[in-house]
């Protein structure tokens, strides 16, 4: 806003009367609607813009059939009357908004403002805008506010009536010379911001936010015209609102002959604006949260520090408790001071404390001006050091609503007395809450369902190996990370009676309970196929055919094999599932391909049964995709994974299937479920098959 200089002087007084030649320029420049009327309610003279405004022609002006008084709609009677009562007595009176018929029936919105003429005491110069489009949209509030700029540009003169206008429009006007002193500030500002004309030119600073000032001076000190947006304090309330201000050389003139300056209050389209951005990031964010702990994180992300320096989440326990779930500083040396307060009771419920108030009202709250005394009776006793050392000045208490009930709440701090919160404040906040309320839903019932498949996929995987002569086993199952559900991954191995043993992997299609109870249907049923079907392929198609009448489109790949350690040969065959690896001795790798389609569409390829020969010391590694696509690089994946096989030092150890998961994977562990078999063959055999080993499990 460029009207503020530091050694500008006074404001002057109305200078010399307004030229015929200036009052027909400005009239005919057409820039806003201008009309002159007379008391009995004829409009002697219009120009364009208004004409175009109401509808009717220059032939209808000169033929005198417009009067104002009957472009009034009854109920705005009342109002002209008292602006009529009010321009007799001062000469002029105020802006205010009404409406006009058009001539085809239709109503226009305007804002209207008038002052006598001179010279004629019963006729008065009207300014007349169309407000219809400013109400309407962000564009026609600045043709609106361009109209009122172009306007006082062209009544620049400094005569009264246009220090009459200008202090009768709703925005900030100011007229400076080539030096940047003011010569013209309208009422409007003294109003605004509570400094007396005859100030500002030593208190302008104290009415910008802080953090803004660097930007004014800046586009200030270019001597060029200039836009921006900051924010003045408004006297009313103390509240810093956006404004929206724009400096221009006087026309016909350039920056030697001065400037004109007006800024516009646009701080309610400004927060709705951040407002819907902020709500469409958070949504878009918090509906990416599985579990807990991210959700939280998320909600602090969104906070801090756009709404407050520190935030905190509550929540009921079982007994009843509120709890602190989390919390957050945006001072990293504070981190640990504010984690104290977690998983514990920090406010009373006695009083109760505001952040406990808002579970039985499910309303928010905003405090400003928090003192200590406010904290004692808020927080328990052990806890009021901590508040202090953190900051508190102004607080916002959310409630988290899920049916109907409050099951947590937001608590977001100012630490310092500068922010306090205004209702515009809590509009984003609430809606914050509510999209929290559904990712907290959402990640709890995540996690009772994640612990309930990874009890049911673990009891469902065998629990002990078996022991068969000839032949080491080792078994590894790692769920994927919290913010996968856990899949249908499984290994097997089974000593069948003859002697030979029973092996398969697969993985069920899907995730969560349903995939983890079809993951132990499916290994059951190849038990029991084994026990009938010598073929590994019959043994693929018994279970397809079981599986397919059980369950609509089922899709799940498996490996299985028969492993003969007398004959030292392995029969497998395949349905869509990866090879497995066969390392033999002298550290060569065979790839174990075999044809075959998943199971619920075995119908769709040709299937068979192929024989390897196991010589000994070889080692079979069979395993789940999940190994291999941990980093969404399959074929980085399958390297790596060969190299640890032909290394072979890992089937040294006792547990190379686990060492062959750690080696590979990264410590978070892979995003899908992991399952891993390994078979060993010892040059001589050992056991009874009576006993065996526990497989691993993570």
């Not at 009067?67 to 109920?75: M, Q």
């Not at 009202?361 to 005394?373: F, H, L, M, Q, S």
Request: glycine residues 8%; proline residues 6%; charged residues 25%.
């Amino acid at each position: 806003m460029d009207t503020l200089s530091d050694d500008a002087g006074r404001v002057p007084e109305p200078g010399a009367p307004l030229s015929d030649a200036h009052f027909r320029q400005l009239f005919e420049a057409d820039v806003i609607g201008m009309m002159i009327g007379n008391d009995a309610g004829a409009i002697v003279e219009a120009n364009d813009a208004f004409l175009t405004m109401i509808g009717y022609s220059r032939d209808d002006l000169t033929l005198g059939r417009i009067d104002w008084r009957a472009l009034t709609p009854p109920e705005w009677k009342d109002a002209d009357e008292r602006a009529l009562r009010e321009l007799a007595a001062t000469g002029a009176f105020r802006q205010y908004e009404k409406e006009y018929f058009r001539k085809d029936g239709s109503r226009v919105p305007i804002t209207i403002g008038a002052a006598r003429l001179a010279r004629r005491v019963d006729e008065q110069i009207c300014y007349v805008v169309d407000i219809s489009a400013a109400r309407a949209a962000e564009a026609a509030l600045r043709r609106s506010e361009a109209e009122q700029f172009d306007a006082i540009r062209a009544l620049q003169e400094s005569e009264l009536r246009y220090r009459i206008l200008a202090d009768a429009m709703p925005q900030i006007v100011m007229v400076s010379d080539s030096r940047r002193h003011i010569s013209y500030v309208n009422s409007y500002y003294e109003t605004y911001t509570g400094i007396p004309t005859s100030e500002i030119t030593t208190r302008w600073h104290e009415v910008i936010h802080p953090d803004d000032l660097p930007a004014v001076a800046a586009a200030r000190a270019t001597g060029a015209p200039y836009e921006i947006e900051y924010r003045l304090r408004r006297a009313a309330d103390g509240a810093y609102r956006w404004h929206f201000a724009r400096a221009q050389p006087i026309p016909d003139g350039g920056p030697s002959h001065g400037w004109l300056a007006t800024a516009i209050d646009i701080d309610d389209r400004r927060r709705a604006e951040e407002s819907l951005q902020f709500i469409e990031r958070a949504g878009s964010l918090l509906t990416k949260s599985l579990d807990l702990t991210t959700t939280f994180a998320t909600l602090f992300d969104l906070i801090i520090p756009a709404f407050g320096d520190w935030a905190v989440v509550t929540m009921r326990n079982d007994t009843g408790a509120v709890i602190t779930m989390a919390a957050r500083h945006r001072d990293p040396e504070k981190s640990r001071l504010v984690q104290s307060l977690c998983a514990r009771e920090v406010y009373r419920a006695d009083t109760p404390a505001i952040l406990i108030d808002v579970y039985r009202t499910g309303e928010p709250r905003i405090v400003n001006g928090i003192g200590r005394a406010e904290v004692v009776r808020g927080v328990r006793p052990e806890a009021v050091e901590t508040f202090e050392h953190l900051g508190f000045a102004s607080f916002i208490a959310l409630p988290i609503v899920a049916d109907g009930e409050a099951i947590g709440s937001i608590g977001v701090y100012a630490a310092s007395d500068p922010r306090r919160y205004l209702p515009a404040d809590v509009v984003p906040l609430v809606e914050l809450a509510r999209l929290a309320s559904v990712a907290l839903a959402n990640a709890k019932r995540f996690e009772r369902e994640h612990r309930v498949a990874d009890s049911l996929q673990s009891a469902a995987l065998p629990r002990r190996l078996p022991n068969v002569p000839g032949v080491r086993l080792d078994a590894f199952y790692q769920a994927g990370r919290r913010e996968a559900r856990i899949g249908g991954d499984w290994y097997d191995a089974l000593a069948l009676p003859d002697g030979r043993m029973f092996i398969s992997v697969g993985d069920v299609a899907g995730s969560g309970l349903e995939a983890a109870v079809t993951m132990g249907n499916v290994r059951q049923m190849l038990r029991a196929a084994a026990h009938a079907h010598t073929d590994p392929t019959v043994i693929l198609e018994v279970v397809d055919q079981a599986l397919r009448g059980e369950l609509d489109d089922p899709l799940v790949t498996a490996f299985v094999g028969i492993i003969d350690p007398g004959r030292g040969a392995l029969r497998y065959a395949s349905a869509g599932h990866v090879p497995p690896l066969l390392r033999c001795a002298d550290g060569t790798i065979a790839e174990l391909v075999v044809g075959g389609a998943p199971l619920g569409c075995r119908d769709l390829t040709a299937a068979e049964s192929k024989t390897v020969a196991l010589p000994p010391a070889a080692a079979l590694v069979l395993y789940t995709d999940g190994l291999v696509e941990w980093d969404r690089d399959l074929l980085a994946g399958e390297a790596a994974l060969r190299d640890i096989i032909a290394d072979g030092a890992i089937f040294a150890d006792a547990q190379p299937a686990r060492r062959l998961v750690e080696r590979l994977l990264p410590p978070a562990g892979a995003r899908d479920d992991v399952a891993v078999l390994c078979v060993v063959l010892e040059p001589a055999s050992y056991g009874d098959g009576t006993s065996g080993v526990e497989p691993g499990r993570k």
